[in-house]
């Protein structure tokens, strides 16, 4: 099956500094990924996605960095915030599929 | 707020009962899928219909499971003979097209089988 996986399960960071979390995928197919954000007893919340033809896409305070040679994603947020704590899903689907595939999530948690 | 919603947002059921799970996705979404979400986990695919068909079904973990969306909106994941394996949260998304579109997601339904 696919894997898509996270290197650090958990993350903390002062309100105010950036934050990146990183995630691997296996397939080079995949050709388009998306940075969610699931706050407890909530569905996941789109944050930001990249196609396979781009290195780097920018939303407010979020940056996606995609590295196709290495297959590796990360999600950078600027300024981070209190209201930023959640865990964070990368998740990829390629072009000849129609699922998506996530990782196991990264617990971000923010101190004020 | 037109968003994806779910009902139930909690049901609890005894080993071996039958449950109907209910996804309303965003009016015009062509797309729906189903996922399973156990604790400590990323969502993990179920079923895809495209319209009223299910485009792909494979992650369906066994014949107990079925979906259907009979009228390309509302969708119902049925689950039979319920076990206390099943238990997690079952999301719903849904998105414009498909797959390489942006996928928006219930708050799902926590399913807990005794």
């Known amino acids: 099956g696919e894997s898509v996986g996270l290197h650090l399960p958990t993350l903390s960071v002062q309100e105010g500094d950036n934050s990146i979390i990183n995630c691997a995928y296996s397939?080079?197919?995949?050709?388009?990924f998306i940075w969610y954000k699931q706050e407890s007893g909530k569905g996941p919340q789109f944050i930001i996605d990249i196609r396979s033809n781009m290195d780097k896409r920018q939303g407010q305070r979020v940056t996606v960095l995609l590295n196709k040679t290495v297959k590796h994603l990360s999600l950078q947020i600027a300024a981070t915030q209190p209201g930023d704590s959640a865990v964070y899903f990368c998740a990829e689907t390629p072009n000849t599929g129609n699922q998506f595939y996530f990782g196991t999530g990264t617990s971000l948690t923010v101190i004020p | 707020g037109a968003g994806v919603s779910q009902t139930p947002s909690n049901k609890v059921t005894e080993k071996g009962k039958y449950v109907e799970l209910r996804c309303d996705p965003i009016s015009g979404h062509t797309a729906l899928y189903w996922y399973r979400q156990s604790l400590g986990q990323g969502p993990e695919f179920l079923i895809y219909?495209?319209?009223?068909?299910?485009?792909?079904d494979s992650g369906l973990p066994n014949d107990r499971f079925f979906a259907v969306r009979p009228e390309g909106s509302v969708s119902t994941l049925k689950i039979q003979r319920t076990e206390r394996g099943d238990s997690a949260v079952y999301l719903c998304?849904?998105?414009?097209?498909?797959?390489?579109?942006?996928?928006?997601f219930g708050p799902g339904t926590r399913l807990t089988v005794l």
């Open positions: 998304a849904s998105s414009l097209l498909g797959p390489d579109h942006t996928q928006y």
């Open positions: 397939n080079s197919a995949s050709d388009y």
């Open positions: 219909f495209q319209g009223t068909g299910a485009a792909d």
